[in-house]
Each structure stands twice: as structure tokens, then as C-alpha cells.
């Protein structure tokens, strides 16, 4: 069962439940432009995400008849990791360089200090997750997204299924003797995916996440094994920031051509239309920056 949302900011206002089954895309397709082959709609109809926007039509056309709606249009940002590690700090100012550095001492100086542990093995992804599962449900991606790390018997099983494969990575970032942040990054060839980052909402003022995210693409630079840093569907000023790259894609969903799916794509968009109206009187007002700090709260 899946479900689509109303949201505002980071704040899920409704939620419809939805029978719908799952056509994503890997970085490596959308990089080539391809489609591959589409999986059978659920009773409802298809989530699609992170499709290349050049090949939608193509996409819709997989299901005649089916009505698409509450589509968002991105860049999907990923880093290109062939260059190595110093190349890819080159590729920042010299003034995002000294915040980047600025970040992490300062976060050394008023916690005391910190340390990053990594995680790849399946007892290592265990401690993990013993770790990391209490933090994420204090951050507010889980709290109003339910966009946390997910704690379900499946999501661990797979994680440590992967861990076996060696194709797993996580990392931990500690400090006042407590994990602060997370990063997990399962591996699907050569290719790294942002899965989930959080941090402990008391500690935002310093940056955790920041800290943990150069911490870890260091040392994953450092294994020379990976072509491909992918960030997945959806905008955001870490994934820009950090990206070297993006492409630009989009995900929607293609439902049934019911009363009822019409009626609801119908109040998604005059729903989507409305907060897009609003957030551009917010920007030109100055007032968009208070907005998302209640709306986090």
C-alpha cells in the first residue's frame, strides 16, 4: 500500500492510501536515457520515480489510459567520484572550503571532540542500526515525514543481506559521548545511494550532517571503488551543494482513470498549485526562511 501525500514544507498536512506498485529508476538509466521494462500497476495504478523528464511520454505511455498526476519535476544531483577526493574538494570556492573546515572544528571544540565509525559488515550494520534507529525517530523527517530510517523486519533483512554482499556502507557520527548523525548508503553496483541522512534535531546548530556527509565521501573516495555518488529523486541545498552533477528527472504517479483517482489528483494539484502561489509571495516577502523554521518545529 502507498500513499499520496499532501505536504507543506516538511509537514504532512493529509495522506490517501493508494494501491499502487513501484517503477523506479537507477541513476545508471537515467544517466543512458532508458526505460527497461515496466512493472505491472497495481490495483490503482504506478508510482513513478526519479523517470528521466525527457521520457515521460514514454513512460505514460506504458499504461493507456491511466491519469497522471502529482508530479514533481527536480534535479536529481549525484558526484561523479572518478577524480578523486582531492579533485572533488578543488571543485568547491575557497570560501565553501574554509565554512566546510569551520564546520567540523567547531563541532570538535563544543562537543569535546568527535568520532565517525563506519559500518559494512552484518554485525557492524546491527550495531548500527542499535544506534541509529532511536536517533531517527527524534529527527523530523521521521516525526512529520515518516521518511526516518525505516525500522521494519524487511528493511533490516535487507540491510544485512547487503552488508553480507559487501554492499553496504554506513557510518555514525558521535559526539558528548552520543551518535548525533547517521548516513546510510546501500551499494547497487558502483554506485552509492543516499538511502537516509538524520541528525539529532539538538545538535542542528552545528551542522552534523554536514560534518558526517565530508567525513564519509573521504573515506568512500579513498576505497576507489565507486563511479557514482546518486542522491535520488527530489531538490535540496545539501544534495546541491555536495553534487557535481545532475540530471534533470521526474516523479508522478499514473493511476485507474476512477472518479475517485481523478477527484483526488484534481485536489492534489489545486492543492500544489496553491502552496507554490503562497511560497512565492514568502520568497518575495523574505518570509519564506521563518516559514520552514516553524513549519520544522
Excluded at 552534523?208 to 527530489?234: C, H, I, K, N, S
Aim: aromatic share 8%; charged share 25%.
Amino acid at each position: 500500500m502507498s500513499a499520496i501525500d499532501f505536504t507543506l514544507g516538511s509537514r504532512r498536512l493529509a495522506s490517501v492510501p493508494r494501491a499502487l506498485s513501484t517503477w523506479s529508476f537507477t541513476l545508471e538509466d537515467v544517466l543512458a536515457g532508458t526505460l527497461g521494462p515496466a512493472p505491472q500497476s497495481g490495483r490503482d495504478g504506478v508510482r513513478v520515480l526519479s523517470a528521466p523528464t525527457a521520457r515521460l511520454a514514454d513512460v505514460a505511455a506504458r499504461y493507456p489510459g491511466f491519469v497522471g498526476g502529482a508530479r514533481q519535476d527536480y534535479r536529481r544531483h549525484y558526484i561523479d567520484m572518478t577524480s578523486g577526493f582531492e579533485a572533488y574538494l578543488a571543485r568547491f570556492s575557497g570560501k565553501t572550503r574554509s565554512t566546510l573546515r569551520r564546520k567540523a572544528k567547531r563541532l570538535a571544540e563544543e562537543a569535546g571532540g568527535y568520532t565517525v565509525t563506519e559500518h559494512r559488515t552484518p554485525a557492524e550494520i546491527e550495531a548500527f542500526l542499535a544506534a541509529a534507529l532511536p536517533l531517527s525517530a527524534r529527527t523530523y523527517q521521521a516525526r512529520l515525514l515518516d521518511a526516518g530510517l525505516p525500522d521494519t523486519p524487511e528493511a533490516r533483512r535487507a540491510m544485512l543481506e547487503a552488508a553480507e554482499a559487501d554492499r553496504m556502507r554506513a557510518f555514525l557520527l558521535h559526539a558528548g559521548g552520543e551518535p548525533v548523525a547517521y548516513l546510510s548508503l546501500p551499494v547497487t553496483g558502483a554506485t552509492l545511494v543516499y538511502a537516509h541522512l538524520g541528525y539529532d534535531p539538538a545538535w542542528a546548530r552545528l551542522s552534523p550532517g554536514t560534518v558526517l556527509q565530508m567525513d564519509a565521501l573521504e573515506r568512500l573516495f579513498g576505497e576507489g571503488r565507486y563511479r557514482w555518488f546518486d542522491f535520488t529523486e527530489g531538490e535540496g541545498a545539501h544534495k546541491a551543494m555536495f553534487g557535481t552533477h545532475s540530471a534533470e528527472c521526474s516523479s508522478l504517479v499514473l493511476l485507474e482513470p476512477t472518479l475517485a483517482n481523478r477527484t483526488l489528483l484534481g485536489a492534489r494539484g489545486a492543492f500544489d498549485a496553491g502552496v507554490s502561489g503562497a511560497k512565492s509571495l514568502a520568497t518575495r516577502s523574505g518570509a519564506l526562511g521563518r516559514i520552514r523554521s516553524l513549519l520544522r518545529g
